[in-house]
């Protein structure tokens, strides 16, 4: 059975910062591309970064320069460093593996950057 479990969401302050944890459990974990998608109300789930299989990342605009991704292989763990967050990041925050036509998605963290 497949699961990707998300960690580390939480309230934040204008400028703080948070890490966000994917651990995935029966997959292949180093062989599948990951990736941190956001979502809110009312709006369609957005790409917010993505990792490889070989360590090759992507990022959107609107986070570039201030949200990193990274994966641990031999924790079976993506994560995603977020700084200088703003009240606009606010969202759910979901990991998704990929790997050919398979797709795999946890089921999201709140992430809330308010004062």
């Known amino acids: 059975q497949v699961q990707l479990v998300e960690s580390g969401g939480g309230l934040v302050q204008p400028g703080g910062s948070l890490r966000l944890s994917c651990r995935a459990s029966?997959?292949?974990?180093?062989?599948?591309?990951m990736g941190w998608y956001r979502q809110t109300p009312g709006k369609q789930r957005e790409l917010v970064a993505q990792?490889?299989?070989?360590?090759?990342?992507n990022y959107a605009d609107s986070v570039k320069g201030r949200f990193a991704i990274s994966r641990d292989n031999a924790k079976n763990t993506v994560y995603l460093q977020m700084n200088s967050l703003s009240p606009e990041d606010t969202a759910v925050y979901y990991c998704?593996?990929?790997?050919?036509?398979?797709?795999?998605w946890g089921q999201g963290t709140q992430v809330t950057v308010s004062s």
């Open positions: 990792i490889t299989s070989g360590g090759a990342t």
């Open positions: 029966g997959i292949s974990f180093s062989g599948y591309h």
């Open positions: 998704k593996a990929g790997w050919l036509s398979f797709q795999y």
